[in-house]
């Protein structure tokens, strides 16, 4: 176990963390990021990203972050592949622990540890990760222009999903487990009115069939009041049953909204703890995007640096 102290401490390797630490780099505050249980945070687990402005060919997911982190490296900030346990934010510094028992104090704190979809847990869903199940429309749905794709989930962003797949697919399968949506009344009517769209109701998805060569080739559904069985063939599958943020170690100790967000000032990186930020999918339930998150890192960055010149003073 050892025990250190850096001024500036990123939780989180994704878009948000590798944007706090250039900046934070850059304006010498030599930062350490813990890089977390998913190196590269979410962005990871899609295949292509082709939003992200600067780059007009699509570029991996995982390269689009590598660069980041190299960038990151080049002007000085140190990444420990590791996790963060547990943090005590009543005491200053700051104290983290992580995974392997070491600590790191640090005198400004940003928390970019970001949110993991929700899984739906059944057979073949890990295994076809990126290979014909997504969690993500607006970053996947474009590889299946013109063809069959399959939305699971009754909320905003299963209805979200499916209304944005239907302007791109050829079929969009809307599957739920209930028969009626949680959606608001103005999506729901969107839905309704899509001669595009197919709804599924009372019906749970048992397994993703394919295999890792060929990808997703189809779903098995059961419907739980009749118990019939079917299988249902698609080229793409999304799962949109919601978001959790990471903030169980924040539990207590920073504000969190309803749904575990950390609540931080409209459009800006303060939580309730002065020396404390948050930034990317860990705050923002709302846009999830690489280049909001990557945005919010740096508000995050510039605020930390911010507030450690002044409280240094
Ligand atoms: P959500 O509102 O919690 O809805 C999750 C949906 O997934 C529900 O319909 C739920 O079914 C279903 N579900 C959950 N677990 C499941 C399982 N194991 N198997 C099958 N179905 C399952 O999540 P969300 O749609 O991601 O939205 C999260 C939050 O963001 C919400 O507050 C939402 O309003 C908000 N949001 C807002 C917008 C917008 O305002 N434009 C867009 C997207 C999201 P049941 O209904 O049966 O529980």
């Keep these: 176990m050892t025990q250190k102290h850096t001024r500036l401490l990123i939780l989180g390797s994704g878009p948000a963390g590798y944007t706090a630490a250039i900046y934070g780099a850059r304006a010498s505050l030599e930062p350490v990021v813990i890089a ?11 295949s292509f990203v082709e939003n992200y402005p600067g780059f007009p060919e699509e ?3 995982t390269e689009l972050v590598s660069r980041m982190q190299e960038q990151a490296e080049r002007f000085g900030a140190r990444i420990i592949y590791d996790t963060a346990v547990s943090v005590d934010l009543s005491v200053r510094p700051f104290v983290c622990t992580l995974d392997s028992g070491d600590v790191f104090s640090c005198d400004a704190l940003i ?31 474009f590889f299946y222009r013109k063809k069959k794709v399959a939305v699971i989930g009754g909320g905003n962003a299963a209805v979200e999903e499916a209304l944005y797949l239907a302007n791109l ?14 959606a608001e009344k103005i ?11 197919k709804l599924i109701l009372d019906t749970v998805v048992e397994k993703f069939v394919g295999s890792e060569a060929e990808g997703l080739t189809g779903l098995a559904l059961k419907n739980v009041k009749t118990g019939e069985i079917a299988e249902l063939s698609v080229d793409g599958a999304f799962v949109a049953i919601g978001y959790e943020p990471n903030t169980d170690i924040f539990k ?62």
């Design 36 to 46: 977390g249980l998913q190196p590269g945070g979410q962005i990871t687990t899609t």
């Design 187 to 197: 999506q729901q009517d969107r839905l309704f009115n899509n001669p595009k769209i």
């Design 252 to 313: 207590g100790q920073l504000e969190l909204n309803e749904n575990g967000f950390i609540v931080t000032e409209a459009g800006l990186p303060f939580t309730g703890i002065k020396g404390v930020f948050a930034a990317g999918d860990v705050q923002d339930p709302r846009y999830q995007q690489v280049v909001t998150a990557a945005a919010g890192g740096c508000r995050a960055a510039i605020e930390a640096e911010r507030y450690l010149s002044l409280s240094e003073r």
């Design 169 to 182: 697919a050829e079929e969009v399968s809307l599957i739920h487990r209930r028969d009626s949506f949680r």
């Design 111 to 141: 928390v970019a540890t970001g949110a993991s979809a929700r899984m739906l847990g059944v057979e073949g869903e890990a295994a076809l990760r990126g290979k014909g199940v997504s969690y993500c429309a607006t970053c996947d749905g």
């Design 59 to 61: 570029i991996a997911g």
